[in-house]
């Protein structure tokens, strides 16, 4: 069973930058790809970026390519998400989740979810 926290969410303003951390433990780490999603209110949830196990390979959705950069630190259990040039539609809680194997896109892959952070870029 692995567990996930998401931290480092808070108010911005557009074209700001920040830095979201998704702690896990419980689990063999390095043994799962990890994704960022993100969720507004009213809308569904979406992909937002996500990386492989060795993190030798990154995934983004087109919204947020180039401006959002996945990273993992095995030796630390954790996996980030830089957000710069931040917009206000970029607003939503924010999600990481853990799938063994491969990364996927599809949030229906991933087994393991965190309790979200909420980001919110005012304009």
């Known amino acids: 069973q692995v567990q996930l926290v998401e931290s480092g969410g808070g108010l911005v303003q557009a074209g700001g930058s920040l830095r979201l951390s998704c702690a896990a433990s419980?689990?063999?780490?390095?043994?799962?790809?990890m994704g960022w999603f993100r969720q507004a209110p009213g809308k569904e949830r979406e992909f937002v970026a996500a990386?492989?196990?060795?993190?030798?390979?990154?995934y983004y959705a087109d919204s947020v390519k180039g401006r959002f950069s996945i990273s993992r630190d095995n030796a630390k259990n954790t996996v980030y998400l830089q957000m710069n040039s931040l917009k206000p539609e970029d607003t939503a809680v924010y999600y990481c989740?853990?799938?063994?194997?491969?990364?996927?896109?599809?949030?229906?892959?991933?087994?393991?979810w965190g309790q979200g952070t909420q980001v919110t870029v005012s304009s």
């Open positions: 989740a853990a799938k063994l194997h491969y990364y996927s896109a599809y949030d229906g892959s991933y087994e393991y």
């Open positions: 419980g689990g063999t780490f390095n043994s799962y790809a």
């Open positions: 990386i492989s196990w060795s993190g030798g390979s990154t």
